[in-house]
């Protein structure tokens, strides 16, 4: 069963910083990953889906990689702003599957 | 990319009470999958439901407990059956249309 860890759980970074988020996965053997951003009690925005073929993602301020090999995808954040505040939650879509496995999520706050 | 309407939003309900769970997208889709989110985790796939055939649920869950329809290539519920205060969660549906998946916004149900 593939598992999914985001480290760390929680960041508190002030405002203006550039900052990673990291999600490591244990098969390899996945069809694409997607980022995604929940805010307390809500549903789940996407932020980028990086395919199995592909090695990093772009939108904005956000810029995703993706390395099969050693079972890690990073989110990276340049000059987070207080709006950044939420919990990313990465997911992997196996090969030959149609549902994610969700990471646990890092809830980040981000300090005006 | 699909754009999903869940409701309700939130629900307060008795404990042995049942409540049905509505997503109506606004385009057609062969899988719709139903999440749900324990306070404080991830994500945990419930079942995934086909139109015109039963859902297929993930272990854990069975069908009287979780009975979902799906009527046509559109719409979708997902009804919680007797509910005990261990079923307070948050419940997403999601569908997938080959370019990442999109999530409704989600039932906050709490069960008192």
């Known amino acids: 069963k593939q598992e999914v860890t985001q480290i760390p759980a929680a960041l508190s970074v002030p405002e203006g910083e550039n900052l990673v988020l990291n999600c490591s996965f244990t098969?390899?053997?996945?069809?694409?990953l997607q980022w995604f951003r929940q805010d307390p009690g809500k549903g789940l925005t996407s932020l980028l889906l990086i395919q199995s073929s592909q090695r990093e993602q772009t939108s904005g301020r956000l810029n995703a990689s993706l390395d099969k090999s050693s079972g890690r995808s990073t989110l990276y954040i340049a000059a987070s702003q207080p709006g950044d505040s939420a919990t990313y939650l990465c997911a992997v879509r196996l090969t030959g599957a149609n549902n994610l496995f969700f990471g646990t999520g890092t809830r980040l706050t981000v300090i005006p | 990319s699909a754009v999903i309407s869940q409701k309700p939003s939130r629900d307060i309900c008795q404990r042995g009470t049942s409540l049905t769970i509505q997503c109506q997208v606004d385009?057609?889709?062969?899988?719709m999958f139903w999440y749900r989110q324990q306070p404080g985790q991830s994500l945990t796939l419930i079942a995934t439901?086909?139109?015109?055939?039963?859902?297929?649920?993930e272990s854990g869950f069975v069908i009287d407990k979780f009975p979902i329809s799906r009527p046509n290539l559109t719409f979708s519920t997902l009804t919680v059956s007797n509910m005990s205060p261990e079923d307070s969660s948050i419940y997403l549906c999601s569908v997938d249309q080959g370019y990442g998946y999109t999530f409704g916004s989600g039932t906050r149900l709490t069960v008192v």
């Open positions: 385009s057609q889709v062969t899988m």
């Open positions: 439901a086909n139109q015109g055939s039963e859902a297929t649920y």
């Open positions: 098969d390899s053997a996945i069809y694409n």
